[in-house]
């Protein structure tokens, strides 16, 4: 069986164009937007977010690849493929079914209604909250071989593997969890365009497609949310403009509080509440950031990579039977429990200044995950690679990896290690110094430092 290698389209999900089009996004939710920003933003928290990225952006450019490559078509196994494919289903199904057991039988899902209800799903400490979180992310990999494999399987059977799929939204339902439906809904248009199903061409057919999907996804998003916050008593109208919780640093004008109360009774009152939902939200991290910043400056504690990767790190404690709760004082270092300041709280939390550093290893390592599969044509890396591309989208609005992410790069690298060379024998990975230059810019960093 063969597959053709989008390599057009891959040369477009490079981490660096990730991290600009997040850039770019910021920017524009902040400039076109009636936001009203409490306080400036602080000199010192933006030094730290742009030297943060520009060591990540170095770091990419010190991998050395092959530029412009052609699509190319590639042999794969395809009982190997059949066998990942009935295997990855039957643990991701297994997955949602734990997630549904836990959130209906073991744990009140009415506490789940809370600004942190991201975080409170990946902490969940009940043996089927654990599997779920382990497995669930196992959808993800029948769809994306049913994309790359269009002739694998029959109608039928796809369309189970995507309806397992998008169950993985269930947390939306009970939590009005945003990212519950964006992390599937992204992954999957970043998947059809991928599949040249839908494209960047500016096309009737297109246009209307996109339209469909943003107001689609919208309106959902919004009407979850408002559900969400009548249960807990707040008005949606007044919420804009309120100065508390992921609105507190960026609230909108009264004037667009009056224009929302205007259409209470229309469904534009949903999609007016939707829109600044996602503006805030996108916006308010990086206001929030430099009050984490001094707070954890004053207790003077950093993690070393437990932040960030809390999700491995209490499972190791677990392991070695030790009682320390790692979550409690974690959150125990956030000055607003609930509210995240980027990627780069936990990151700063993990390293403080150093963390500046350290972001030139995950600029190599992103690119790397990149070049697997745009240059060496390991196609069971491509799910880590689109996932790996959101946490950068994402990159100034929270940090991905340390809530559901840990689970979802758990899945993937599992994937390839137990089945990348069955599937299709890779080519020679070449990561010495010969062909990375990374070695030469590790040394020159030692020689300023000394």
Partial sequence: MTVIINRHFLSKLKPERMVLIAILFWIFCVVFSPIQPVEPLSVLSTIYIVLCLLTFW??????????KLRDVTIN???????????????????????????????????????EDAELEVAAGGNMFSIIAGMLIFFTYIPVTIDVVCPKLNKKYV???????????????????????????????IILMLYARKISFKIRIKNIL???????????????????????LGQDGAE???????????VPFG?????????????????????????????????????EFMNYIDERGDFFYGQATFWVYAKLVYKVIGSDYDLLQDL???????????????????DWGWFGVFMMFFMGIISKQIWRSVYENCQILTLPLLIFTSMIWLMVLNLNQISTQGAYAIFSFVTLIMFFGKKVIPPKEYKYSFDTVKTGAIIKLIFRIVR
């Fill in 76 to 114: 794969v196994d395809e009982r190997q493929m059949s066998f990942v494919y009935i295997t990855t289903f039957i643990i991701g199904a297994i997955g949602v079914a734990c997630r549904y057991y836990d959130m209906f039988f073991i744990r009140d899902a009415t506490l789940l209604l809370s």
């Fill in 58 to 67: 170095i770091g990419t450019l010190s991998v050395k690849h092959k530029r």
């Fill in 331 to 349: 959150m125990s270092h956030n000055s607003t429990p609930g509210l995240w300041g980027t990627f780069f709280f936990q990151w700063y939390l």
């Fill in 209 to 231: 497609i996109l339209l469909a999907i943003v107001s689609i996804v919208g309106y959902v998003v919004g009407g979850l949310f408002l559900s969400r916050m009548a249960l």
């Fill in 254 to 290: 009264k004037s667009y509080t009056t224009l929302m109360k205007k259409y209470e009774d229309s469904f534009l009152y949903t999609y007016l509440f939707s829109y600044s939902n996602i503006v805030q939200y996108e916006a308010h991290a990086v206001y929030e950031f430099p």
């Fill in 239 to 249: 919420r804009v403009s309120d100065k508390m919780g992921y609105t507190r640093k």
């Fill in 158 to 188: 796809k369309i189970m593997a995507m309806v397992v799929f998008f169950m993985t939204a269930i947390v939306a339902i009970i939590t009005g969890s945003r990212f519950a439906i964006i992390l599937p809904v992204v992954y999957f």
